[in-house]
């Protein structure tokens, strides 16, 4: 059986443009090629959750919550839910509706700190250049894992890089998405800034029919399709109407896309800290070049405030996305990523003054249907293949 599995590097604090890890691999006792993968769960600020692969003997008796073995692990994509197949023979009983109740309720609780964080990146963009808050965030990143490291000897035991210059990549590509991400976030208003980085998991779809080998139907190649058409309404690609930043906001979607692409084969070797590690240093190593001609600290209390409460809400985005996807159904959960384009959109008009045209209304709608068809399939999708 080809299952898969995720874990998330959340190396942009929870912000649509954070790094990820899909992982590919054959659980099954009898499967060929890799043997069953083993991992232990580990949370660093990502969105995804590992369930240790091996399965219960027996069906959890009715009205108790599926053991973590039979549940959904998500992969998160800037904005939207990317489900992702666990593997589980009987996986298909149904969760309670009080399980349901509680991770829609963790959801909620990551739509808003990861509202906080968008309106973050925004206020401390007034002072500090993209560039220079990227940088910040990868240091200050990367100085709380080699904490981690110093204080937990499994940390350090297990950290390996046995592909650099696959690390190398995809830090870099990670690192660009970021510094596109937080400049859309600089210069395009909220809500549009998020409806676009909603295309990413319309590109990791693309992307696993090409480069790995997945199906992709007729029906989700449409929705693909779909969805692109929307974004093209956002853009208005005339002289008149273009923005560059929208055009950013694209590019650092697809890149995290190709980002989630290459951490599969890493995530399978040298594990997901030491891809988080990895990430934080590349991405801080890049920025510094380009933040350094306008290099410039906060020079506030309330910029550090702000500064430190993003940390901390992609922490809690984390904790809560987890939680979610523990207790609730990722077919269930997925419209409530979409509750952030309304309140990022009521913020942006209260506080900047910002209004959505036409275009970009109509745009939005296309976007958001396409990429809820795509989870929707992928859901059934699921339930087919745990049938057979």
């Known amino acids: 059986m080809r299952t898969r599995t995720g874990a998330c590097a959340n190396m942009s ?3 649509p443009y954070e790094a990820h890890i899909g992982v590919y691999g054959n659980r099954g006792p009898g499967a060929p090629g890799r043997p069953p993968l083993r991992v232990r769960g580990l949370w660093t600020g990502g969105a995804c959750r590992r369930s240790a692969p091996p399965a219960p003997r027996g069906v959890p008796p009715a009205g108790a919550p599926a053991p973590g073995w039979a549940r959904l692990s998500t992969c998160h994509l800037p904005g939207a839910v990317m489900p992702v197949a666990q593997a589980a023979p009987h996986a298909a009983t149904l969760r309670p509706a009080r399980d349901n109740l509680r991770g ?5 609780v990551s739509v808003l700190v990861s509202s906080a964080m968008t309106l973050g990146v925004r206020e401390l963009s007034a002072t500090l250049s993209p560039s220079t808050l990227v ?7 990367l100085l709380a894992l080699l904490g981690m490291i110093a204080v937990v000897p499994r ?18 590509l990670t690192g660009v998405s970021m510094h596109l991400g937080f400049y859309t976030i600089a210069h395009l208003p909220l809500a549009t800034a998020t409806i676009l980085f909603f ?11 090409v480069f790995h080998g997945e199906k992709v139907g007729p029906r989700r190649w449409t929705a693909s399709a779909l969805g692109f058409l929307g974004a093209v309404v956002i853009l208005r690609p005339t002289a008149e109407s273009f923005d560059i930043a929208m055009l950013a906001a694209l590019a650092s979607s697809l890149l ?39 290099l410039e600290l906060p020079d506030t209390p309330w910029l550090w405030m702000v500064m430190l409460a993003m940390i901390a809400a992609g922490a809690m985005r984390g904790l809560a996305d987890i939680q979610a996807y523990r207790f609730g159904e990722a077919g269930l959960l997925a419209p409530l990523t979409y509750l952030r384009l309304v309140l990022l959109g009521a913020a942006g008009y209260l506080i900047y003054a910002e209004t959505l045209d036409a275009a970009t209304l109509a745009g939005s709608v296309i976007i958001i ?12 999708l699921r339930r087919q293949r745990r049938a057979a």
């Open 135 to 141: 940088l910040l965030r990868s240091a200050i990143t």
């Open 369 to 380: 249907g396409s990429t809820l068809y795509i989870a929707r399939r992928e859901a059934q």
């Open 256 to 294: 995290l896309a190709l980002a989630l692409s290459m951490s599969r084969r890493l995530a399978e070797t040298d594990g997901s800290f030491s891809t988080l590690l990895s990430s934080a240093a590349v991405t801080m190593l890049i920025s510094v070049p380009a933040a350094w001609p306008v």
């Open 199 to 209: 295309t990413a998991p319309i590109f990791a779809t693309l992307l696993a029919g």
């Open 13 to 15: 604090g929870g912000l």
């Open 155 to 172: 940390l350090r035991r297990g950290t390996r890089f046995s592909l650099p210059w696959h690390h190398l990549v995809r830090g870099v």
């Open 104 to 108: 829609a309720l963790w959801m909620l």
